[in-house]
């Protein structure tokens, strides 16, 4: 067995924000066949602690974590070997895990999430005497500082991995919060926390890692360019050797739908028909006026990063042509205005549900047609996955992870019967509404459509083959001989 620590600031089914969660969460189920064991180091959130129940084992106490006594607990919560913070100066707040309620960062976030790493790196230097991980799994930039306080730590044989799920979030904060970061003058530096004068947890922990990985290869391959690396393309080439991209997966036994309970009628590949009873429940849920011709979902961060203003611009036409559309999503508030208006435009045609809602998630790649992902970045998503699995063809932006994941509809992939879905070039409106019309054409054809939503459901987007891949990288990071030839590259 090969000992490893996630360390992360979100775990489904505890606590999620976004795909993130849905990765830390899947992971150790996927890991554990391939002779891996895998625990999971969360911040004790009150909705994390709440589902301990009373239940859990105080494993070790700080009196002094961070300017607050805390306690470091163990629980196995569904099915996740979990060690909770339990610190409530800096966990005991509601909602969002990183916002207050003005919607902003909270202020002291370096703080909770230095304690993060700091805790992770006291349990690789052998905090508890009947736990030692040998390698620990720093994601994003919330647990980046987990790389730098093993590197500038007492020595130590175990491994750090930093993996990247999104760039562009690079925890950056003053200098002025240095010399409370319990890290040794030395740290401040190129080779270490420091980045633009100031103090970034993401370049840190890509920085001092043994190794780097992200959650697709072609993202691996776009943040090395300066187009998509956003300041880090040079640290990322620099260190070309100890770099990879793993595609994620999902958890295709959450995401089933043969028994998904959240679906209003279960269907397989030989009984799509039965997908019109979910379309029709969206239809009363997004109030629309019918369910014939297509239905186009997206479910979705409203943000930039995810091309939600190019969406906006084309709504109009999309509906022009005959689609219509339900909208699941949170975000600025600049596009929530947006949306709306575009529902108040299109009565029954354009439909809104401001929020987050896991379950009608589910319904919804149950039931629409086709789900679009219009990315500017992306570094891999999973609701193209969730698409694929559930027979709503993705049609999305030709970047990052989308690019690895969907075989576009072009005339020679429809011959060769390849292709799952549709793909156009990112940022730009034009593209998006030229693909929602080659969506229309094709949805007319349904035999083509048929087979392109059969073969989505057919194609492997389960962590089998990643989790493997994984399972190499450790095991080469440990020096271990491996009968298997999917070592990282
Ligand atoms: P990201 O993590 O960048 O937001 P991903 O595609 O990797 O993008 O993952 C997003 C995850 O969050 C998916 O599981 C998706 O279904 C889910 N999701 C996003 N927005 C919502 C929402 N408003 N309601 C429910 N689930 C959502
Ligand atoms: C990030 C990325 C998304 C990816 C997810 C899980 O949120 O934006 O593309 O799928 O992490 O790795």
């Known amino acids: 067995m090969i000992e490893v ?32 064991s895998m625990r999971t180091l969360l911040p004790g959130y009150p909705v994390v602690t709440d589902k301990l129940n009373g239940g859990g084992r105080t494993v070790a106490e700080f009196d002094d974590l961070f300017d607050g006594p805390a306690k470091l607990v163990a629980a196995r919560i569904n099915g996740l070997e979990i060690l909770l913070i339990d610190a409530p100066h800096l966990y005991a707040r509601p909602g969002n895990p990183y916002l207050g309620p003005d919607g902003l960062d909270w202020p002291d976030n370096w703080r909770r999430f230095a304690a993060l790493g700091w805790v992770a790196s006291q349990l690789g230097h052998g905090l508890l005497d009947d736990y030692q991980p040998q390698i620990i799994q720093a994601h994003d930039w919330q647990a980046g500082l987990l790389p730098a306080y093993m590197k500038y730590g007492p020595a130590t044989d175990v491994k750090t991995v930093m993996t990247v799920h999104n760039i562009a979030f690079k925890g950056f904060f003053g200098s002025e919060i240095f010399p409370q970061l319990r890290l040794p003058p030395a740290a401040f530096a190129v080779g270490g926390v420091e980045f633009y004068g100031g103090i970034s947890y993401l370049k840190s922990g890509m920085e001092c890692a043994d190794f780097v990985t992200t959650v697709s290869p072609n993202y691996a391959e776009e943040i090395r360019t300066p187009a998509f690396g956003m300041g880090l393309e040079g640290l990322l080439n620099g260190r070309a050797e100890t770099v990879t991209g793993i595609l994620n997966g999902i958890d295709i036994d959450t995401w089933d739908s043969a028994i998904d309970p959240e679906l209003k009628q279960t269907y397989s590949a030989n009984t799509l028909h039965l997908r019109q ?12 006026d019918g369910v014939d011709g297509p239905l186009f979902c997206v479910i979705s961060r409203f943000t930039g990063q995810k091309g939600m203003d190019l969406l906006a611009q084309v709504v109009d036409g999309v ?3 005959g689609a219509r559309f339900c909208l699941l999503g949170s975000g600025e508030p600049h596009l929530e205005a947006g949306f709306a208006a575009a529902a108040a435009r299109h009565p ?6 401001v929020g987050y809602d896991e379950g009608l998630s589910h319904l919804m790649q149950g039931g629409a047609d086709a789900i679009l992902v ?18 709503c063809i993705p049609v999305v932006s030709r970047v990052g992870g989308l690019a690895d994941t969907i075989i576009d509809a ?22 998006l509404y030229e693909a929602a ?12 459509w048929r087979k392109m939503q ?36």
């Open 5 to 36: 620590l996630s360390v992360a600031s979100e775990a489904y089914p505890l606590i999620k924000t976004g795909g993130l969660a849905d990765v830390t969460g899947a992971l150790p189920g996927a890991l554990s066949p391939l002779g891996v």
């Open 277 to 288: 009873v979910n379309k029709r429940a969206l239809a009363e849920r997004f109030q629309l």
């Open 319 to 321: 509906v022009g042509l």
């Open 348 to 353: 029954g045609k354009v439909g809104l549900v």
């Open 374 to 391: 219009p990315s500017r970045f992306e570094p891999c998503g999973l609701t193209q996955l969730y698409g694929l699995r559930y027979g």
């Open 410 to 431: 072009n005339p020679a992939a429809l011959d060769a019967g390849v292709a799952t879905g549709i793909q156009f070039d990112a940022d730009s409106a034009h593209a």
């Open 437 to 448: 019309r080659r969506a229309v054409k094709l949805y007319g054809d349904e035999k083509v």
């Open 454 to 489: 059969r073969r989505g459901m057919k194609s492997d987007v389960s962590w089998e083959h990643s989790a493997d891949r994984y399972a190499a990288l450790y095991g080469q990071l440990l020096g271990l001989a491996r009968d298997n030839d999917n070592a990282a590259d």
